[in-house]
C-alpha cells in the first residue's frame, strides 16, 4: 500500500501558497504517495492536478494587508458556523483517510487565526493513525516576526511537528535571513530545494517587450501604476502588463484607461513563460513562483517587492536576488519612494546593461522531497516499531 499524505492549505492573499502546495502534491504523487490537498482559500479557477483528490473546504480570504479579518467569497466577515465547519471537515478528512504524512501549509510560522483547524487536524491524524507524522510546509522566506511569535511557533513545533520542510536553497537565500533560527529548530529544518512546475521547452522569440507582471492579487496595483507612467515617455519599444485576476474589472479598465498606445494592459496569460524568455526586461514583484520564473528565463530583471504594512517576505527576497545579481532592486516605500521617474532610468539602465549573472540556485525540489518525506516516515516507524 502507498503511504498516504495530506496538505492543508489556506491561501489568504494571491495564489502563492495554493500553487506551491500543488508543486508539494504533484512531487510526493510522483515519488510513490496518494495524496489528498485540503484547500481553504478562495476556490481554484482551474481544475487540479488529476492524480490528486481535491477538498474545498468553505473558502475564507483577506484583503490587503489586513490578516485578522477573515471574509467569505463574497467579501463579508465570516460567519460563526464557517470556521467550526471547516475544522470538522478536515478532522473527519483525518479520521478517513488515516494519512501517514500531515503537511500544513505555513503554519505554525503563519495563519495562526488558523490554528485550531491545524492543530486539530494533527490530532484527528495522530488519532487514526499511530504512526503518522506532521510536517509543516513553509516556503523560503518568512515575514520577520515578533518575539512572542518565534516562542509561540517553536513551541508549537516541538509539541506537534516531526520537521519543517523549508522549500528554498539554503546557500542562496537561509531561513535566518528572515526568521531566527534557534540550535533546536535548526534540528528540524530540511531544505527541499526551490519547487517549481516542470521546466518545459518554451519557444523563445525574441519580441523586445517590457514585461510587467504581479502575481495574481490585487497587491500589483501600485506597481502597474508607476510602470504606465514611467513608459510614457518611452515609446520605443511595447510594454505589456499582465494583471492578474485578483485586480477586479473597474481597477482593470482604469489601468487601460491609463496606458498609452505602446502599452497593452491585460489579463495574466497562460504563456507567460514563453513572453517573459522571449522579453527585453522584466518588471515584477518579489514573489516566491515570480522569481523562479524569473531565474528560469535568465533576462534582465527589475524587482520591485510588495512591502505595505508588515510586509517583508518580498524585500528579503528581492534582496538577495539583487545580491546574485540576478535583479535590480527596487522599493516601493523608505525614505525615497519609488517615482515614475526612478523606474524609468532603472529600466534603461538594465535595457543598456543587458545580460544577467548565470548564478546557481537549486530548483529541484519536485525531485527531491519525496525522498526526504519518506525518510522522516521511516524514521518514525522505526520509533514506534
Not at 146 to 174: C, K, N, Y
Not at 192 to 219: C, K, R
Not at 257 to 276: K, Q
Not at 320 to 329: D, H, K, Q
Request: glycine share 8%; with cysteine; hydrophobic share 45%.
Amino acid at each position: 500500500m502507498r503511504p498516504r499524505a495530506l496538505i492543508a492549505v489556506t491561501h489568504l492573499l494571491g495564489s502563492g501558497h495554493l500553487v506551491r502546495a500543488m508543486h508539494l502534491g504533484r512531487a510526493l504523487v510522483e515519488g510513490g504517495f496518494e495524496v489528498t490537498l485540503a484547500s481553504g482559500g478562495t476556490k481554484l479557477r482551474a481544475a487540479p492536478d488529476a492524480r490528486i483528490a481535491f477538498v474545498q473546504l468553505p473558502p475564507i480570504k483577506t484583503e490587503g494587508t489586513d490578516f485578522r479579518t477573515l471574509l467569505d467569497e463574497d467579501g463579508r466577515p465570516i460567519d460563526d458556523v464557517r470556521r467550526p465547519l471547516r475544522k470538522a471537515m478536515l478532522a473527519e478528512l483525518a479520521a478517513d483517510i488515516r494519512p501517514d504524512v500531515v503537511v500544513t501549509e505555513h503554519f505554525p510560522f503563519g495563519r495562526r487565526q488558523l490554528a485550531d483547524e491545524f492543530l486539530g487536524l494533527i490530532a484527528a491524524a495522530k488519532a487514526a493513525n499511530r504512526e503518522s507524522i506532521a510536517l509543516s510546509s513553509i516556503r523560503d522566506v518568512l515575514v520577520t516576526p515578533r518575539a512572542d511569535r518565534i516562542v509561540e511557533a517553536e513551541r508549537r513545533i516541538a509539541e506537534h511537528f516531526d520537521a519543517v520542510l523549508v522549500h528554498g536553497d539554503e546557500a542562496f537565500l537561509p531561513l535566518d535571513a528572515s526568521w531566527p533560527v534557534s540550535s533546536e529548530l535548526a534540528k528540524v529544518l530540511c531544505y527541499t530545494g526551490y519547487l517549481t512546475a516542470p521546466e518545459e521547452d518554451v519557444p523563445v522569440v525574441d519580441h523586445g517587450e517590457v514585461i510587467v507582471s504581479g502575481g495574481g492579487s490585487a497587491a500589483s496595483l501600485p506597481l502597474f501604476e508607476l510602470a504606465i507612467a514611467a513608459a510614457a515617455s518611452r515609446g520605443d519599444r511595447r510594454w505589456r502588463i499582465l494583471a492578474g485576476q485578483g485586480i477586479a474589472a473597474a481597477e482593470f479598465a482604469r489601468l487601460q484607461g491609463l496606458a498609452p498606445d505602446h502599452v497593452v494592459v491585460e489579463r495574466a496569460r497562460p504563456d507567460f513563460p514563453a513572453l517573459l524568455a522571449g522579453c527585453a526586461l522584466s518588471i515584477s514583484q518579489a514573489g516566491y513562483n515570480t522569481v523562479l520564473d524569473l531565474v528560469r528565463a535568465g533576462r534582465p530583471a527589475i524587482v520591485v517587492p510588495f512591502d505595505a504594512g508588515a510586509e517583508t517576505e518580498q524585500a528579503v527576497r528581492a534582496a538577495a536576488m539583487e545580491r546574485a545579481g540576478l535583479a535590480r532592486c527596487l522599493r516601493l516605500s523608505g525614505e525615497e519612494p519609488l517615482t515614475p521617474e526612478v523606474l524609468g532610468a532603472a529600466v534603461d539602465e538594465q535595457l543598456r546593461m543587458g545580460s544577467v549573472t548565470s548564478a546557481t540556485i537549486d530548483r529541484n525540489g519536485m525531485g527531491k522531497v519525496a525522498g526526504i518525506v519518506m525518510r522522516l516516515l521511516a524514521d518514525q516507524r522505526r520509533k514506534t516499531a
